[in-house]
């Protein structure tokens, strides 16, 4: 990529089409359990370069209004949080949940500002363990179409949190890189020879196959991509292939492949150009792993890992995320402590935002290119005017989207592997539609 290619791919801030693009989606400004309280602590969250703060009223309402006040642009963040309003505490204004001022102390009462002040509010959604916001035009809100582990209520679901100090595209890069887990991870997720697939213990995740150097194949969608990485299993490797399948759904959310426990999803969400929010969400409809545990498993603890509120890592740039050199040397394969410390190192490595005019893509990186391509094309098309990337007809329902782990015998198609039928009817028209296309311009030859 030339570096002008990059900005377009990375740079989400103001006018940044990659912002706009993202504006087009729902984005995920925090977990629900931040401001799970009425009239609790509210939150300061920080989209696409965008500072807002997000709290509960008294009645259990969600709000999330513009940080600045409108009066004289005090943090917001500061603010009293009481009855059914948010009170600025330089001058008192205060703010109901739609932004409306409900209170302007230092306003004489028949003042005519106190009947038309508002500040910016923005839509608000709960679904699946998070607070979702509208942050694109306010006159043509999306409908909110929930993600696959907010799509059923009773589905048991566990977040890890971690702030990362770069751009987002290097961090969702690591989401669609395979061939990564054979090596970074190598000590989290060894190769074992009792099990058919992934496997969950309290402390790794086991797979059936010892292969570094995966065969990747990426196919297209309306929603974004999914690939597969095909390994050489350790048993019957003539007869079958290890399998692992992952979605990547524009912009900013990827399907891991799932283990014998727990699905695997994953936001890697802007902060701003430099700063990226990592979530990591294991769930499932009946098994699953308790929150506690799956921040334990993952080293990614709040108050002993991260940082309460900010989430920023204990383990981090600064103190060279306490690599234990001696470990290695034991077999460890990084000397770094939790799988998502280990990536943010090497992401972090890469600099704030990773200059793509000077890496040198191998085989194993085709989904990455993929997705360079596809998102720089996409971020383009917004540039030009026209509809983001996932938002236009035909539409597969987020909800239906599963990545998929497993032995699959040769010679078998990965590609209709947990298909929804809605993907497969869309599927069945587009082909439909093609080959009507080809019979009406061989007719016209
Ligand atoms: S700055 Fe908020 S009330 Fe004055
Ligand atoms: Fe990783």
Same mark, same amino acid.
């Given at each position: 990529?030339?570096?002008?290619?990059?900005?377009?791919?990375?740079?989400?801030?103001?006018?940044a089409?990659?912002g706009?693009?993202m504006?087009?989606?729902?984005?995920?400004?925090?977990?629900i359990?931040?401001v799970?309280?009425?009239?609790?602590t509210?939150?300061?969250?920080?989209?696409?370069?965008?500072?807002?703060?997000?709290?509960?009223?008294?009645?259990g309402r969600?709000?999330?209004?513009d940080?600045?006040?409108?009066?004289?642009?005090?943090?917001?963040?500061?603010?009293?949080?009481e009855?059914?309003?948010?009170?600025?505490l330089?001058?008192?204004?205060?703010?109901?949940?739609?932004?409306?001022a &409900?209170?302007?102390?230092?306003?004489?009462?028949?003042?005519?500002?106190r009947?038309?002040?508002?500040?910016?509010?923005?839509p608000?959604?709960?679904?699946?363990?998070?607070?979702?916001?509208?942050?694109?035009?306010?006159?043509? &809100?999306?409908?909110?179409?929930?993600?696959?582990?907010?799509?059923?209520?009773?589905?048991?679901?566990?977040?890890?949190?971690?702030?990362?100090?770069?751009?987002?595209?290097?961090?969702?890069?690591?989401?669609?890189?395979?061939?990564?887990?054979?090596?970074?991870?190598s000590?989290n997720?060894?190769?074992?020879?009792?099990?058919?697939?992934?496997?969950?213990t309290?402390?790794?995740?086991l797979?059936?196959?010892?292969?570094?150097?995966?065969?990747?194949?990426?196919?297209?969608?309306?929603?974004?991509?999914?690939?597969?990485? /095909?390994?050489?299993p /350790?048993?019957?490797?003539?007869?079958?292939?290890?399998?692992?399948?992952?979605l990547?759904?524009?912009?900013?959310?990827?399907?891991i492949?799932?283990?014998?426990?727990?699905?695997?999803?994953?936001m890697?969400?802007?902060?701003?150009?430099?700063?990226?929010?990592?979530?990591?969400?294991a769930?499932?409809?009946?098994?699953?792993?308790?929150?506690?545990?799956?921040r334990?498993?993952?080293?990614?603890?709040?108050?002993?890992?991260?940082?309460p509120?900010?989430?920023?890592k204990?383990?981090?740039?600064?103190?060279?995320?306490?690599?234990?050199?001696?470990?290695?040397?034991?077999?460890?394969?990084?000397?770094?402590?939790?799988?998502?410390?280990?990536?943010?190192a090497?992401?972090e490595?890469?600099?704030?935002?990773?200059?793509?005019?000077?890496?040198?893509?191998?085989?194993?990186?085709?989904a990455?290119?993929?997705f360079?391509?596809?998102?720089?094309?996409?971020?383009?098309?917004?540039?030009?005017?026209?509809?983001?990337?996932?938002?236009?007809?035909p539409?597969?329902?987020?909800?239906?989207?599963?990545?998929?782990?497993?032995?699959?015998p040769?010679?078998?198609?990965?590609?209709?592997?947990?298909?929804?039928?809605?993907?497969?009817?869309i599927?069945?028209?587009?082909?439909?539609?093609?080959?009507?296309t080809?019979?009406?311009?061989?007719?016209?030859?």
């Open positions: 990529m030339t570096p002008e290619q990059n900005d377009l791919l990375c740079r989400v801030e103001g006018a089409p990659m706009q693009l504006r087009q989606h729902w984005m995920p400004a925090c977990m359990e931040e799970a309280e009425p009239d609790g509210p939150l300061k969250v920080r989209l696409l370069g965008e500072d807002m703060v997000v709290f509960r009223d008294t009645n969600v709000g999330a209004l940080e600045f006040c409108p009066h004289r642009r005090a943090s917001l963040s500061f603010g009293r949080n009855e059914c309003g948010l009170r600025c330089y001058h008192g204004w205060k703010f109901d949940v739609d932004g409306n &409900v209170d302007m102390s230092s306003e004489p009462v028949d003042a005519k500002l009947s038309t002040m508002k500040t910016k509010a923005y608000v959604r709960e679904a699946g363990g998070f607070i979702w916001v509208w942050m694109g035009d306010p006159g043509n &809100v999306a409908e909110f179409d929930p993600p696959n582990w907010a799509a059923a209520p009773d589905d048991k679901i566990s977040i890890v949190k971690m702030h990362g100090a770069c751009n987002w595209a290097q961090v969702l890069e690591g989401s669609i890189d395979s061939a990564h887990s054979s090596s970074l991870h000590s997720m060894p190769a074992a020879l009792d099990v058919a697939g992934s496997t969950a309290d402390t790794a995740w797979r059936p196959s010892a292969d570094k150097a995966p065969r990747i194949e990426v196919e297209k969608t309306p929603f974004g991509f999914r690939y597969v990485a /095909i390994r050489k /350790i048993v019957d490797a003539d007869k079958q292939d290890y399998v692992r399948m992952t990547f759904v524009a912009p900013f959310t990827v399907h492949p799932s283990n014998d426990r727990y699905h695997l999803s994953q890697l969400v802007p902060i701003d150009d430099v700063n990226t929010m990592f979530y990591w969400i769930w499932h409809p009946t098994k699953g792993i308790g929150q506690d545990e799956w334990r498993f993952c080293g990614a603890e709040v108050g002993k890992d991260v940082e509120v900010t989430f920023r204990v383990r981090n740039a600064e103190n060279n995320y306490l690599q234990d050199r001696d470990a290695m040397k034991q077999g460890d394969f990084t000397g770094i402590y939790g799988i998502p410390t280990q990536d943010m090497m992401w490595s890469m600099g704030a935002i990773a200059d793509r005019s000077e890496d040198r893509l191998g085989s194993s990186d085709k990455i290119f993929t360079r391509t596809q998102m720089y094309r996409a971020a383009q098309a917004v540039q030009q005017g026209e509809a983001a990337i996932g938002t236009v007809e539409r597969v329902p987020h909800g239906k989207l599963m990545s998929f782990e497993g032995m699959v040769k010679g078998d198609d990965w590609r209709n592997l947990n298909v929804s039928d809605e993907e497969l009817r599927r069945a028209n587009q082909a439909a539609r093609k080959g009507r080809v019979e009406a311009a061989e007719s016209v030859a």
